[in-house]
């Protein structure tokens, strides 16, 4: 065909994904299925739009090359090592289960024997694209679910591999038995010979290689995509598919700095190639004979949807993990994928099956694939509605996934519990960690828990959506509850099962916007973080604050700096005058910004609070000295009272000579040095505090102030 035909092709084609794309997201329908839906409809069983088939196949074979290549890059080599033994046993025995039911299956409903064993092999195999793709949007790559999932379904398209080479071997006029043992023992050589390769590779090249490309990014991106590809071809020449090849380069680079700048820019250019994908997948349907076949082809597909997430909820389970995390792992094989029509065309041309268990199979994968998709991206839900019934497959000691935690349960305070260890959380814990806080955290992704308990941080591996996960967190112990996820469902979520558990300490969210503000506020939530405006308006006080008085250059041995004081450094509520920076290092003040005011030419008088950004003059070794100096860590003094604000409470005797007076006349604040906010009186609570109020005996008085003069006052308790 003409280029100028086959570019109007994909012209015509991405402008009716475009449209589909549009009316599904109007209906809240997944892409995937309207990406499908195109390649259906532009498929020769409809409108018969696409004939250039080979050119839309090889943008879809790149797409899933660097999908794959992304997927490995999440992962490194000690994590393979601990999901290995349960993908490979989870893999090779939902093969065995899910072949063995089928072929039974199949023979019941009147199939001969090798229509059976085919339609037995086909519903074995899911597919690892589609898998990945549905993984990837909802960010669950990184799970523990997610990377099990990932790790078996590599099993699966090994077993494919050896699948295609038994058939074909069988549809050869050679001694079978020879030409199959020979074929195995050559492929296990290459795929030996593969791994070798690319370890070398990893050992000796890509180090030094991808430094050189890291100098440009257009020339790393163009490095990643080219080893993916090229792997992928190298893969598929030594008789595995491409998808393994693409794999491996992406796992070979895992280890490199550069991983997440690749795999971030990667993603963009992933979603658009996987587009042909799936148009190509739903091209290449055949509906001309699956009329006949709609009851036989129901019975497989309820089969494939309900029966293979039992087998694996069953094989997890005995393997000792929870059954949240082996149900969302299973609904992943709750369809059949493109190996399936590939094993089903072989078996076709080699005159093994009819056109009608074709068709079969062809209907049982888009029934399956379109269904799962949903049972997929709803899993929470499902999950919600099943977990009492799903209990029986979970271990009384689930104790793989126990393992993963670190909870001794035998602290006498937690001060946070911190749910979501990605950017943001991660970021947080080290505030906290910086002011001596004792931290919990929370997370699904293996690496991150990993990661901090090495630091020493008490983890525990969960998922916000599981609505267990309150009842294997310390909150009798703890102060505050903080979710650093920003979604609007989860954390509303949160902040109801929290007050359903009856937690009496604080809850912080995050919210994305305002909107989400308002109504976490509305919800209960106590604090509510707002990263992005926080993080613009420290942004823009220190860009704006820079441009008012740091000075241009100047050709002369004085510099200036601008240094945020930290709020645990030790200068904090101290005066310019008791700093040692103008008399012993040679540094001056030349001005402070303070909440959008500049306070210039700050007297010796003038006290330092957290957040404030101090413009320095001097030599440029004394101002390394001088920030030093500004944000050294105030001394940790193990007292149970340290002088910072708190609120107690303070009962007011029977016989207390403060009866009867007001606050004003007793002279509260000035004789105790705290203030009093509320009183509780006989079950109510008074609110509004004024110096006329009166105190009366068996008063609760809620005061705030300093802790040492909330101690002395409590001493004298009742008053």
Not at 389 to 399: A, C, D, G, S, T
């Amino acid at each position: 065909m003409e280029f100028g035909n086959t570019f109007l092709e994909v012209a015509i084609i991405l402008a009716m994904a475009t449209a589909l794309g549009f009316i599904g997201q109007w209906l809240r329908q997944p892409l995937l299925i309207m990406f499908l839906a195109t390649g259906i409809l532009a498929g020769s069983s409809f409108f018969g739009v696409i004939k250039s088939y080979e050119e839309i196949e090889l943008l879809a074979h790149i797409g899933v090359a660097v999908l794959l290549f992304i997927v490995g890059l999440k992962l490194d080599l000690n994590l393979i090592r601990t999901i290995g033994p349960v993908a490979l046993a989870t893999g090779l025995g939902q093969i065995l289960f899910t072949s063995a039911i089928g072929f039974v299956i199949a023979l019941a409903l009147g199939m001969s024997v090798i229509s059976a064993a085919y339609v037995a092999v086909a519903l074995t195999f899911s597919s690892t694209i589609i898998i990945v793709k549905l993984l990837s949007d909802k960010r669950e790559v990184d799970s523990l679910h997610g990377q099990i999932a990932i790790g078996f379904l590599i099993v699966q398209d090994i077993a494919a591999i050896l699948a295609l080479v038994m058939l074909t071997t069988f549809g050869s006029t050679v001694s079978a038995e020879d030409v199959l043992i020979g074929e195995m023992l050559l492929l296990l050589v290459k795929g030996i010979g593969l791994l070798v390769g690319v370890a070398l590779l990893m050992r000796y090249v890509l180090p030094g290689l991808t430094r050189r490309m890291a100098g440009s990014s257009e020339m790393l991106v163009l490095f990643a995509i080219a080893w993916a590809v090229f792997l992928g071809a190298v893969s598929e020449w030594l008789g595995y598919t491409k998808e393994v090849g693409a794999f491996l380069g992406g796992i070979s680079l895992a280890s490199t700095v550069y991983r997440d700048a690749i795999g971030s820019r990667l993603t963009t250019l992933r979603d658009f190639l996987l587009l042909f994908f799936f148009i190509d997948l739903g091209a290449r349907l055949d509906w001309s004979t699956i009329g006949a076949q709609l009851g036989d082809a129901l019975i497989f597909s309820l089969f494939v949807l309900i029966g293979n997430p039992l087998i694996v909820l069953i094989i997890m389970g005995v393997m000792g993990y929870r059954r949240r995390t082996s149900f969302l792992a299973g609904l992943t094989v709750a369809q059949i994928s493109e190996f399936s029509l590939i094993v089903a065309s072989l078996g076709l041309s080699l005159g093994h099956i009819s056109q009608e268990t074709m068709g079969l199979i062809t209907l049982v994968g888009v029934v399956t694939i379109f269904l799962s998709t949903y049972m997929i991206l709803y899993s929470g839900q499902l999950y919600n509605l099943l977990s009492k019934p799903l209990k029986i497959f979970e271990r009384r000691n689930p104790y793989r996934e126990a393992a993963i935690d670190t909870l001794s349960f035998k602290m006498s305070e937690v001060d946070v519990i911190l749910i979501g260890l990605g950017n943001y959380g991660s970021a947080l814990a080290e505030q906290l960690l910086r002011r001596r806080k004792t931290l919990v955290g929370v997370d699904f992704a293996p690496d991150a828990l990993q990661k901090w308990r090495a630091r020493g941080v008490q983890v525990l591996y969960g998922d916000i959506e599981d609505p267990e996960l309150l009842g294997h967190l310390p909150l009798n112990q703890a102060r505050w509850v903080v979710n650093s996820i920003r979604a609007r469902d989860l954390n509303m979520a949160l902040i109801h099962h929290l007050r359903d558990a009856r937690f009496d300490g604080g809850v912080a969210v995050t919210a994305l916007n305002q909107e989400e503000a308002d109504l976490f506020k509305a919800a209960g939530a106590d604090i509510v973080f707002r990263p992005f405006v926080d993080a613009a308006e420290q942004a823009a006080d220190a860009l704006t604050h820079a441009m008012e008085f740091l000075p241009d250059h100047v050709n002369w041995p004085i510099t200036f700096r601008e240094v945020r004081i930290r709020s645990e450094s030790a200068v904090v509520g101290q005066t310019l005058r008791n700093l040692p920076l103008r008399t012993e290092i040679g540094v001056s003040v030349l001005a402070v910004s303070r909440a959008g005011r500049v306070y210039y030419d700050p007297g010796p008088d003038f006290q330092i609070f957290p957040g404030d950004r101090v413009v320095l003059m001097g030599p440029e070794e004394a101002l390394e000295n001088a920030e030093l100096i500004l944000n050294e860590p105030e001394p940790h003094v193990e007292e149970e009272f340290t002088n910072h604000f708190v609120l107690a409470e303070v009962r007011v005797g029977e016989t207390s000579p403060l009866s009867g007076h007001t606050l004003a006349e007793l002279h509260f604040r000035q004789k105790h040095g705290v203030t009093v906010v509320g009183i509780r009186r006989n079950g109510e609570n008074i609110t509004t505090i004024t110096p006329s109020q009166q105190i009366m005996a068996g008063d609760c008085l809620i005061v705030v102030g300093f802790a040492d003069r909330v101690k002395e006052l409590k001493m004298q308790e009742p008053l």
